[in-house]
């Protein structure tokens, strides 16, 4: 008992010069330029290929994940896939589907059942080479990787067309980017890479009032895996004025597969264009 108390008082000790630094940050505006947070971005993404980058980026077998639960993970991805594919009357299987931030290939190898052409984006090479190894070792040939600059997420446009893609999917990935303004030139390419009637799966985090949850603005490295997140209210809307029309979220306070917490999932569809 009293060593679990020490335990605790450590990581609370820890904790107090980062609590301190956000609080003086938050009140006073100290905060980081968004092209010098997305620059250390970049670098922190394509450093050496370490062990928490790994486990940060869910390769198999990286980190205290088991193969089992790596598995899982994605399979319950695929699994809220089919059944927003049946509450919003999307035909299965889809014909192209955009991974966005592929990681080491979670949803990718559970995914590529459902798909001709699954194209996984990411900013850092040594992930997608991870991705296609996994895939390329169950007999997957319909991968094609796209390597993107964090500063220009639109450069995914050089590899793809507007309108092309059937399904976006992404998770794992709103909470790691630079900022929330981030977020939206996110949402606006998932809107242009989708046909009409196309569907998406975003998962992002979201705030509940706690330090922790806040978007930090600051530190990109050290902040790295709560970097970002939104009001519910604010990113339905956010949804909304991108051009897809959320269908309905599905929160998940706390993540089996990762530790990590706040998590909601928005299912969407590109509105139509009448007219």
């Known amino acids: 008992m009293i060593a679990d108390h020490l335990k605790r008082f450590r990581v609370i000790l820890k904790r107090i010069p980062w609590a301190l630094e956000h609080e003086l940050r938050t009140?006073?505006?100290f905060v980081e330029r968004e092209e010098a947070l997305e620059g250390e971005s970049q670098r922190f993404w394509n450093g050496a290929p370490s062990n928490r980058l790994k486990r940060l980026s869910h390769w198999r077998g990286a980190g205290k994940t088991d193969d089992t639960?790596?598995?899982?993970?994605g399979r319950e991805h695929l699994e809220m896939y089919r059944q927003f594919c049946s509450i919003a009357q999307v035909e299965r299987p889809v014909g192209r589907v955009v991974d966005w931030g592929c990681g080491g290939g979670a949803n990718a190898i559970l995914f590529?059942?459902?798909t001709e052409t699954l194209y996984g984006v990411d900013i850092s090479r040594a992930n997608l080479d991870e991705c296609?190894?996994?895939?390329?070792g169950m007999g997957f040939q319909g991968f094609q990787p796209i390597l993107i600059d964090v500063?220009?997420?639109?450069?995914?446009?050089?590899s793809l067309q507007k309108g092309s893609c059937d399904f976006f999917l992404c998770t794992?990935?709103?909470?790691?980017?630079p900022s929330p303004e981030y977020g939206v030139r996110i949402l606006n390419v998932a809107r242009d890479l989708l046909k009409e009637g196309?569907?998406?799966?975003?998962q992002f985090r979201y705030r509940d009032g706690r330090r922790y949850y806040e978007p930090k603005r600051w530190g990109y490295?050290?902040?790295v895996i709560s970097m970002t997140s939104y009001r519910l209210d604010d990113f339905w809307r956010l949804s909304v004025e991108s051009g897809l029309k959320p269908l309905f979220l599905r929160l998940r306070s706390t993540d089996p597969y990762t530790g990590g917490g706040n998590y909601g999932y928005l299912f969407a569809l590109k509105q139509m264009v009448h007219g």
């Open 151 to 158: 500063k220009h997420p639109e450069g995914v446009f050089d």
């Open 112 to 114: 590529a059942g459902e």
């Open 69 to 73: 639960c790596w598995q899982a993970m």
């Open 27 to 29: 009140r006073f505006g």
């Open 132 to 136: 296609a190894r996994q895939l390329d």
């Open 172 to 177: 794992y990935v709103f909470e790691l980017i």
């Open 198 to 202: 196309g569907g998406a799966l975003i």
């Open 221 to 223: 490295s050290r902040n």
